[in-house]
């Protein structure tokens, strides 16, 4: 297993989800416009604003994911499954690479 290349990827994931999340937070924290005075309009707008608020949360936790998996590498923990201790196949780390179990712990 190629660490470097690892936290080269871990860092590039990091890196692209920083950038979503800060759109998403301007999206959600700075806008520019008043809330629309037609109800139909408002329906849509509150759809939207959800949507956002759970990509912000699910980039928020993608980035806390990635730190931890960025500090095993640095433990040598990485590629350690937190539950059993046994190897998390490379397949698996290809697929989600900050997953900190095996595909047993998982199910």
């Keep these: 297993m190629d660490t470097e290349q690892i936290r080269e ?3 590039a994931q990091r890196e692209e989800l920083l950038e979503r999340v800060d759109r998403t937070s301007k999206h959600l924290y700075q806008r520019d416009k008043p809330v629309s005075p037609n109800f139909a309009e408002q329906s849509v707008e509150m759809e939207n604003q959800e949507l956002m608020y759970t990509l912000d949360r699910e ?3 993608e980035i806390r994911k990635i730190s931890k998996a960025l500090a095993r590498l640095d433990s040598g923990e990485y590629g350690l499954c937190v539950n059993c201790g ?3 196949s490379e397949q698996r780390l290809e697929v989600l690479p900050y997953t ?3 595909i047993d712990c998982a199910e």
Excluded: T
Aim: charged share 50%; net charge negative; glycine share 8%.
């Design 9 to 11: 990827k871990l860092n």
């Design 59 to 61: 980039g928020k936790e």
């Design 86 to 88: 046994e190897d998390i």
């Design 100 to 102: 900190d179990v095996c």
